[in-house]
């Protein structure tokens, strides 16, 4: 008989804590201290912000980046640049965080959502073909946990409509797709660099692309529609100031030396892992495709069947965390069944439109079945360390479904009604 599961008084798998989260030394106290001392603070007056552009954008296989408040502001702002109208329609997957879809809104575009693949967990490119209309003007695909998402289908639906690819990348800081960075795949890519994410600076983000026109034009709407020949207060078109400052950059700059190796480690213990907890009946991770070269594992995915496992994935995600492994369940449910979706609140956006929709009985059964029941994530910064740490994640796994009998049993006595 095997040791008790911590969640009924055993001894934990794991009782010593993870890689924490951010990562930072003495490097980044350099920097921030040498941007405060030069007293050259904003993006216009230092040069940490234009380096960094530089170089994301260079290890990322694009001409240009553009570096910006956050991934949201990068998602809407490539929307605009890229002459979105009012009105036009933007395919989304429900299984994404919630800015995917509320930057088209903030774009004064209309969502529309197509159902993810079960297997690995990126738009279905059958559900985008069956999502397309006359109106449907782009496609954000999200590369979601750091797995490219399949964009030969997408841009191949894409090139045949003439329709804009913007890449969600904001879990995909340094992924590969058939050896190309994420962000230099389609036409304008959007990472985010918020405190979970694989780069951080706490919060930041930035567009990258190969076009020179839609460069030029994201960098004037981050700058107040200023241009590079026009005079401080000349603007020329509607924005705002999005610009990312100096101290942000500095620190970007410094997590950008460790990207490249921290994504190998990555890339590395999540394949390993992802090996190992595969073995276990009803246990199915995030399925890898040919075409991802580099996974990110900004998380690891992976669906728990009941059916075939013997507990729930509540029951499991609250036994791992006893154990010692951080983890949840993710999203609680699918993007269209967000109140702001159901309730169409818009604010200012969409209007004359938004009567016209409603995404009370949108179908997306896969993403819904992540949601309610089936999906778990575990956080990059888990698989970080060495290969024993993820053993620590593995032998947890297992321990639990040698005493999934037992879970399922609690679950059903106490678990479930004390939810
Ligand atoms: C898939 C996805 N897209 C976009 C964003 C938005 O990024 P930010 O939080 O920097 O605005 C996030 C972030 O949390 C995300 O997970």
């Known amino acids: 008989m095997s040791e008790p599961l911590a969640l009924f008084g055993g001894k934990p798998v794991r009782s010593k804590p993870f890689t924490p989260w951010p990562v930072s030394g003495k490097p980044e106290q350099r920097a921030l201290l040498r941007t405060l001392r030069s007293g050259q603070w904003g993006r216009l007056d230092g040069p940490e912000t234009d380096r960094f552009e530089q170089r994301f954008a260079e290890l990322h296989g694009c001409k240009h980046g553009v570096a910006v408040v956050n991934g949201t502001v990068a998602l809407r702002l490539a929307l605009l640049a890229a002459g979105i109208r009012a009105g036009e329609e933007v395919i989304v997957p429900p299984y994404t965080f919630f800015s995917t879809a509320s930057a088209v809104v903030e774009a004064n575009a209309v969502p529309v959502f197509a159902d993810i693949d079960l297997d690995t967990f990126n738009l279905d490119p059958a559900a985008v073909a069956g999502a397309l209309t006359p109106r449907t003007r782009a496609i954000i695909p999200v590369h979601f946990a750091g797995q490219p998402a399949d964009m030969r289908a997408i841009l191949s639906l ?20 058939r050896n190309q960075p994420a962000g230099s795949i389609g036409a304008v890519a959007a990472f985010s660099f918020q405190s979970s994410k694989n780069l951080t600076s706490g919060e930041g983000g930035i567009i990258t692309t ?14 107040c529609g200023r241009i590079p020949t026009g005079v401080w207060y000349e603007h020329h078109v509607v924005s705002g100031n999005y610009r990312l400052g100096e101290f942000q950059s500095a620190v970007l700059n410094c997590q950008l030396d460790r990207l490249l190796s921290q994504t190998q480690t990555r890339d590395r213990n999540g394949q390993y892992l992802a090996g190992r907890v595969g073995e276990l009946p009803g246990v199915y991770p995030q399925k890898r495709t040919p075409d991802c070269t580099r996974h990110s594992y900004h998380l690891f995915m992976l669906r728990i069947d009941r059916r075939a496992f013997g507990a729930p994935r509540t029951a499991v995600v609250q036994a791992l965390q006893a154990e010692g492994v951080p983890c949840s369940a993710g999203y609680g449910f699918s993007l269209p069944q967000q109140p702001m979706f159901r309730k169409k609140a818009f604010g200012p956006y969409l209007s004359g439109i938004a009567g016209k929709l409603d995404y009370r009985k949108v179908p997306c059964p896969n993403s819904d079945l992540l949601c309610k029941e089936q999906c778990v994530w575990l956080g990059q910064n888990l698989f970080l360390g060495r290969r024993t740490e993820v053993d620590d994640i593995g032998d947890a796994f297992e321990k639990i479904y040698e005493n999934r009998d037992a879970l399922d049993h609690w679950w059903e006595e106490s678990g479930e009604a004390a939810l």
């Open 158 to 177: 894409a090139k045949k409509r003439k329709l804009l690819v913007l890449e969600d990348a904001a879990h995909a800081h340094g992924a590969l797709w």
């Open 210 to 223: 190969n076009d020179d026109a839609l460069a030029e034009t994201c960098r004037s709407m981050h700058n």
